[in-house]
T-cell receptor, first 115, second 114 residues
Framework: AQTVTQSQPEMSVQEAETVTLSCTYD???????LFWYKQPPSRQMILVIR??????QNATENRFSVNFQKAAKSFSLKISDSQLGDTAMYFC????????????FGQGTELSVKP | NAGVMQNPRHLVRRRGQEARLRCSPM?????VYWYRQLPEEGLKFMVY????????ESGMPKERFSAEFPKEGPSILRIQQVVRGDSAAYFC????????????FGQGTRLTVV
């Protein structure tokens, strides 16, 4: 069975600095998708970034980028130029290619951006 | 284009009552997914539905829980005879085809069982 592990329950960063959130996963499959979701206090789940496993190039979305290491089964999220609005829970998630919609989430990392 | 709409946002039920949670997908989306988030945990998949069909219910508890997505109207997650352990946030998401395309979450329904 697939599992997703986020080993950092809490992290903090100063505004404008860079922070990296860790995520590892376990699967025997070769075709899958990885996601990072943000959950602010409003509870809304917001997609931050997604990565297709068959793509070697790391995904980027403005200040957000990932370091995808397929052999190591690692999928970390880097937030550059952190902003106060980045304060939220961040969840890493895995989805097998043939199980559309069945995401497996990690336990989450609570990120605080300090002024 | 309105997002995924869930109602109510908050629901309080006494033990033994029924809870009905509604989810209206985004316009043009025919795939709906329900997830549950227990306190201090990540979301856990419950069920995946298309119009009038349950595609994958492998995450649904065997008893008291049911879900439907009728031809007309919202998707409904129904919990019969609620217990304190059902207290959680329940999220719905929708996508136009499969999740391989972009999917969007609603804001969730927080169910409290007293």
């Amino acid at each position: 069975a697939q599992t997703v592990t986020q080993s950092q329950p809490e992290m903090s960063v100063q505004e404008a600095e860079t922070v990296t959130l860790s995520c590892t996963y376990d699967t025997s499959e070769s075709n899958y998708y990885l996601f990072w979701y943000k959950q602010p206090p409003s509870r809304q789940m917001i997609l931050v970034i997604r990565q297709e496993a068959y793509k070697q190039q790391n995904a980027t979305e403005n200040r957000f980028s990932v370091n995808f290491q397929k052999a190591a089964k690692s999928f970390s999220l880097k937030i550059s130029d952190s902003q106060l609005g980045d304060t939220a829970m961040y969840f890493c998630a895995f989805m097998h290619e043939n199980q559309g919609g069945k995401l497996i989430f990690g336990q989450g990392t609570e990120l605080s951006v300090k002024p | 284009n309105a997002g995924v709409m869930q109602n109510p946002r908050h629901l309080v039920r006494r033990r033994g009552q029924e809870a009905r949670l509604r989810c209206s997908p985004m316009k043009g989306h025919s795939h709906v997914y329900w997830y549950r988030q227990l306190p201090e945990e990540g979301l856990k998949f419950m069920v995946y539905l298309q119009k009038e069909n349950i595609i994958d219910e492998s995450g649904m508890p065997k008893e008291r829980f049911s879900a439907e997505f009728p031809k007309e109207g919202p998707s409904i997650l129904r919990i019969q005879q609620v217990v304190r352990g059902d207290s959680a946030a329940y999220f719905c998401a929708s996508s136009p085809y499969s999740w391989n395309t972009e999917a969007f979450f609603g804001q969730g329904t927080r169910l409290t069982v007293v």
